[in-house]
């Protein structure tokens, strides 16, 4: 069956600091991968995708992505975080064919420090 | 948004009760999904639906009831609810998005509080 790790559960940064959220999956057929974002309080948002091509993904509010086939990963990323970027993160996969489930990952609590 | 409401927004209902929760789409998407969010479980798909009467589980569809009569409409149903059932519902759609079809787009999720 396939499945989605996010080994971080609680991130806590600084201000400008850098971040990484590590996800990776099981699956061996072709995938497309998804990151979406939950501000404290509201619904889960898109943060970025990957269906083909360039592995590296950017998506909005600076955030990206890059997809490594032979390490199952899609990590997250951000250059310098923003205490606005406090909210839960989860990483999603799907299958390029057949029934169109997505698998989510258990999330990651980012806390940004003022 | 995907033109995504669910209603209602909050409740608190008493195990035992019956319950029904609904989500409407404008926008005449195929694909729909109910989810549980917990935490420390991140989100767990309950149903889903691939068309009008088409349905099928997902990996925590037990307790849990669906039904689409219409294309706009995919309702949730709790026969019976149990405390263990308190929880944020999200349903989504699988819509377009920049020419593919396969994201995900959320409801504004409902909070249900069994007692």
């Known amino acids: 069956a396939q499945s989605v790790s996010q080994h971080n559960h609680h991130v806590i940064l600084s201000e400008a600091a850098s971040l990484e959220l590590g996800c990776n999956y099981s699956?061996?057929?072709?995938?497309?991968l998804f990151w979406y974002v939950q501000y404290p309080g509201q619904h889960l948002q898109l943060l970025l995708k990957?269906?083909?091509?360039?592995?590296l993904v950017k998506g909005i509010k600076g955030f990206e992505a890059e997809f490594i086939k032979s390490k199952f990963s899609f990590n997250l990323r951000k250059p310098s975080v923003q205490w606005s970027d406090t909210a839960e993160y989860f990483c999603a996969v799907t299958t390029t064919s057949g029934t169109y489930k997505y698998i989510f990952g258990t999330g990651t609590r980012l806390k940004v420090l003022a | 948004d995907a033109g995504i409401t669910q209603s209602p927004r909050h409740k608190v209902t008493e195990t035992g009760t019956p319950v029904t929760l609904r989500c409407h789409q404008t926008?005449?998407?195929?694909?729909m999904y109910w989810y549980r969010q917990d935490p420390g479980h991140g989100l767990r798909l309950i149903h889903y639906?691939?068309?009008?009467?088409?349905?099928d589980k997902g990996e925590v569809s037990d307790g849990y009831s669906v039904s689409r009569s219409k294309t706009e409409d995919f309702l949730l149903t709790l026969e019976s609810a149990t405390s263990s059932q308190t929880s944020v519902y999200f349903c989504a759609i699988r819509g377009l998005t920049s020419g593919s079809t396969d994201t995900q787009y959320f409801g504004p999720g409902t909070r249900l509080t069994v007692l």
């Open positions: 639906s691939y068309g009008v009467k088409d349905t």
């Open positions: 990957y269906f083909s091509g360039d592995p």
């Open positions: 926008e005449n998407h195929r694909y």
């Open positions: 699956y061996g057929g072709t995938v497309n």
